[in-house]
């Protein structure tokens, strides 16, 4: 399950929240030293104490708390990995990497079923740390996990649990595995609000979770903070003035961006002058700096190059670096971050294309009854558009869940009445809404576990940002099941979800999943394909591939009323091109590519002959 938050009243609240990620130290030079420090002389990165599990465990044996009855779900030392997990598909790993072993701290959230847990607590003894007075520290540890959608928190006490400070330390991206260990490091100075490190200092590890996956832990260390430490924790790029990162933006709403990156003084002296750089490159190029900026040690702040607007149809790529040009990064490997976006003609997308799991219904009022749900993606819209449709991912080709053949779907575009409520287009009064039944053609085995859905509008909507600047594709069910996809992690509250309870009423939500919901702005949609691939251009007669199916080559026809220059062009079904080749000019007549599909996969593809710039586009199926 997700993570959802109730939203009172649908009010747009922005709270951003970022993972942190380092890479700091070799567990294997580190000595573990007794639980009680006997000296304050440490030199920067230096290790105070270690735990490490095993030979009884160095600080003592630890508390596991707010847990369920299932032993094997619970935290507990482990000393193998669990074979229960190494056989599941998506972990492909079989033993804990690199230096874990021995006892391993580990909580393994699928052993629970369907028994939901939240706040496990994993919680150390009482640790002396009074000989290091009020130096800086940083708490440092190894962790292999696959994570979904829960949240991992560390909290460190200096009064013996009386009082915590938390730190958030979700360090590898939603739907993700460590095969090699994730280095974690935290400045927890904070933690001993300015005061001398007790005698009864705690380390508390929570895992908040719901049905889903797996977190081990090993190598616990608390270092002496270096002076110098700079580390990215979140980088984004998104319209200047506006919050909402796109990972494709049709050319009716190109317009200027920020580029922005969340920086953390893990470091125990203050950066008086760090800066960001970027570097943007792909469809277009660009450099920039941002002001410097003093950032305290254990604070963060965002800095921002303006003064970067894309034009070009493609990918672009942009590069972060930060760094305080005064001083000497003790780890510069963490002060860097990439991101991309694509400029299209047609498609405006917030998701990452990338299945990560999805929506579907769930007993919102434990009534015993799952209960009808709707997602409501967040666009901004820069200037007035045309929308004549959605694209919409729901579960099929033999996943497990999946929605079943007949189950009816229903769409609308939502707007903003400026006062965070929603406006339907299609009111469902005097408009009736859109619906759409799902058929055993949407979800043939060839389409893969997700399934795109052309959802045409029965009228075309004009977003125009004099009326909103805000605009929302909506998708939803009134009986039985369906089960939207979700792609990516949103760190913005800009996804919203309505449960529609049988007893409780409508509860609304903004969620930190994107569902996989676009807009299409093409007048040629959906005949055009679901991701937006353009309407044919009068230039050019494509014809059907043949044979189709094919297995390994076929041939593919075309004609061209007037000399052009051609380019070819296959992608899968999810729009990752497969294949581009650059033709040249061509002469009017009729033409054929021969294509050799013999490293694809069973399944479904587009191919497109692009002239001067406009494209034709069919699907061909290649079968094993």
Do not use: C
């Amino acid at each position: 399950m997700k993570k959802i938050y109730l939203l009172a009243g649908m009010a747009l609240v922005s709270t951003l929240g970022f993972a942190q990620e380092a890479n700091k130290f070799d567990a294997a030079s580190l000595t573990a030293n007794p639980g009680v420090v006997t000296s304050g002389v440490k030199a920067p990165t230096d290790t105070v104490t270690m735990e490490t599990f095993d030979a009884g465990q160095t600080w003592g044996a630890w508390t596991a708390s707010g847990q369920n009855d299932h032993t094997s779900g619970d935290w507990y030392l482990e000393t193998t990995f669990p074979a229960s997990l190494s056989g599941q598909p998506q972990i492909p790993f079989t033993a804990f990497s690199g230096t874990m072993g021995g006892n391993v701290a580990f909580i393994n959230s699928d052993a629970e079923g369907g028994s939901a847990f939240q706040d496990a607590l994993y919680t150390s003894p009482a640790i002396d740390l009074s000989a290091m007075g009020t130096t800086p520290l940083s708490l440092q540890w190894q962790a292999q996990w696959r994570r979904f959608q829960e949240l991992h928190f560390v909290y460190v006490s200096n009064d013996n649990g009386s009082t915590w400070t938390e730190f958030a330390v979700d360090v590898v991206a939603v739907n993700t595995n460590s095969d090699d260990p994730q280095y974690a490091d935290v400045n927890i100075t904070s933690a001993n609000g300015g005061a001398a490190w007790g005698t009864q200092v705690m380390i508390q590890f929570r895992y908040d979770a719901q049905w889903d996956w797996f977190w081990a832990i090993d190598n616990v260390a608390i270092i002496e903070t270096p002076a110098d430490d700079l580390s990215v924790t979140a980088v984004k790029d998104h319209y200047t003035g506006a919050r909402i990162k796109y990972s494709k933006i049709p050319t009716g709403q190109v317009a200027a961006m920020d580029l922005d990156a969340e920086v953390s003084n893990v470091g125990a002296a203050t950066q008086a002058t760090s800066q960001l750089d970027v570097n943007v490159s792909g469809a277009g190029t660009f450099t920039g700096s941002s002001p410097s900026t003093s950032i305290a040690s254990g604070t963060s702040a965002k800095l921002t190059v303006s003064g970067f607007t894309p034009s070009a149809l493609g990918t672009y790529n942009v590069a972060y670096n930060v760094y305080d040009p005064a001083t000497v990064d003790a780890s510069p490997a963490d002060n860097v971050g990439l991101t991309s976006f694509e400029v299209t003609q047609y498609t405006y997308a917030k998701d990452t294309n990338g299945l990560d799991g999805w929506w579907g219904p769930f007993d919102d009022d434990t009534d015993g009854i799952d209960d009808p749900l709707e997602l409501i993606p967040e666009f901004e819209f820069n200037a007035s558009e045309t929308i004549y449709g959605l694209a919409v991912v729901v579960m099929g080709g033999g996943a497990t869940p999946q929605t079943p053949v007949g189950q009816e779907i229903y769409y609308n575009v939502y707007s903003d009445d400026g006062a965070g409520n929603f406006v339907p287009e299609y009111d469902g009064l005097t408009i009736p809404v859109p619906t759409y039944t799902i058929t055993a053609a949407d979800l043939t085995a060839g389409s893969g576990s997700e399934v795109w859905l052309g959802l045409q509008l029965p009228s075309p909507v004009v977003a125009d940002p004099a009326i909103s600047p805000v605009w929302y594709p909506v998708v939803g069910y009134s009986i039985d099941s369906a089960f939207f996809a979700v792609s990516g992690d949103a760190a913005d509250t800009t996804n919203y979800m309505s449960v529609f309870a049988t007893t409780a009423g409508q509860s609304n939500y903004f969620i930190t999943s994107v569902p996989m919901l676009r807009f299409s702005t093409d007048p040629a949609f959906p005949a055009s394909g679901p991701l937006g691939i353009t309407t044919e251009d009068a230039n050019v007669a494509l014809g059907q591939n043949m044979p189709n199916p094919f297995n390994s080559n076929t041939v593919i026809p075309f004609s061209l009323v007037n000399a052009a220059t051609v380019e070819f062009v296959v992608t899968d079904m999810m729009g990752k091109i497969i294949e581009n080749r650059e033709l040249g000019t061509l002469s009017t007549g009729d033409h054929t590519i021969n294509f050799n599909g013999s490293d694809l996969a069973s399944g479904f593809y587009y191919y497109s002959v692009i002239v001067d710039g406009k494209r034709s586009t069919k699907k061909f199926a290649v079968a094993k």
